[in-house]
């Protein structure tokens, strides 16, 4: 009896040993249908791939009309980056939008959402292993009668990342004009693919860097990347958004607001039945940002180039001006 009940023991233990390899080797994905997948890499959550939609309510819609990817810290236990509400509540996570979309001679606005979603469809791949995740979704970007006139196939390939960096997040967003003409346009503050840090980040200690000597950021084009360090609960992050060649040419950037948000503005027409590509990788880091040569050597690795290591800039954020005093009220 007593082996009988010690070789169950240690099957258990066995059992539980073999169960906790598996869920503490490599990365591995847990889908809450309807709602969320989670990206784990050794039992612990670095991504969530915000997708569910519901409309039961003014406040729910809010919530859901897009779907986003929010990065984790590096313990697993919260986001990094913004979701609903706070500061400019249409920023979330790592997002994708623009805010005047041309299509059958209307405008429509993506980036607000104040008049149709973009709604998940379904997984097209979702698979993980020892040394990589990737997710494909499928999203339908609707007008305001709910009928959607483009569809999206965005992908999302997570990797581990050399130190310093933690993880690496190379996006494509195939974007197919399905019912006519589009053409995506805006500007570089409501448009393009973005980076939103949590709402509680402290705004006096957001800092951008930028792959030129004298950096315009209002001005120049084509980036080839751009890096952020901010501060949240006392810790630093930092995040480069690198941009493919194969992209858009004339591209702008916004990076510069003490709140975080961040990213590349291409513009683009689409033709009926035609399929844009956008590719992006964004390098996470827990801490200060990484040398330029380390960070060059992972936009090499994504681009397939050879390109020299650049004279970076660091530039505090744009701080906000100070209101004007109010005139005097004179007494009576």
């Known amino acids: 009896m007593r082996r009988q009940l010690m070789c169950s023991l240690i099957c258990v233990v066995v059992l539980l040993a073999v169960r906790a390899g ?5 990365f591995a994905v847990q889908d809450k249908a309807g709602d969320h997948a989670d990206v784990l890499l050794d039992g612990k959550i670095v991504a969530r791939y915000m ?3 519901e409309k039961s309510t003014k406040e729910r819609l809010t919530e859901t009309f897009k779907p986003y990817l929010h990065i984790f810290d590096a313990e697993g236990k919260a986001p990094i980056t913004k979701g609903p ?3 400019f509540p249409h920023h979330r996570g790592i997002f994708i939008g623009w805010n005047k979309i041309s299509f059958n001679g209307k405008s429509y606005d993506r980036w607000h959402m104040p008049d149709g979603q973009i709604i998940h469809q379904k997984f097209a791949e979702s698979k993980a292993d020892a040394t990589s995740c990737t997710l494909t979704a499928i999203n339908n970007w609707n007008d305001a009668a709910a009928k959607p006139f483009l569809e999206e196939q965005r992908t999302m390939v997570f990797r581990k990342a050399a ?12 974007i197919t004009a399905i019912a006519g003409d589009v053409v995506l346009d805006g ?6 693919i973005h980076y939103r840090p949590a709402n509680e980040l402290t705004t006096t200690e957001t800092l951008y860097y930028y792959p030129v000597e ?5 001005k120049d084009l084509d980036y080839p990347w751009v890096g952020m360090t901010y501060t949240l609960a006392g810790k630093q992050y930092s995040v ?14 916004s990076a510069y607001r003490d709140y975080g948000r961040f990213g590349a503005f291409p513009k683009a027409p689409i033709n009926k039945g035609e399929t844009l590509t956008l590719k992006y990788r964004f390098l996470i880091v827990d801490g200060e940002m990484p040398a330029a040569d380390a960070v060059q050597k992972v936009c090499n690795e994504f681009t397939g180039a050879s390109e020299a290591t650049p004279k970076v800039t660091k530039l505090i954020s744009e701080q906000p001006k100070p209101a004007a005093p109010k005139p005097a009220v004179p007494a009576k």
């Open 163 to 174: 130190a310093p960096g933690r993880i690496t997040v190379d996006c494509t967003f195939k």
């Open 214 to 218: 004298k950096p315009a950021p209002h």
């Open 85 to 87: 509400g706070g500061l």
């Open 240 to 253: 480069v958004e690198m941009s493919h060649p194969a992209n858009p040419k004339g591209t702008k950037w």
């Open 22 to 26: 598996a869920a503490d080797g490599g």
């Open 51 to 53: 997708y569910g939609f």
């Open 187 to 192: 500007d570089p503050e409501h448009a393009g």
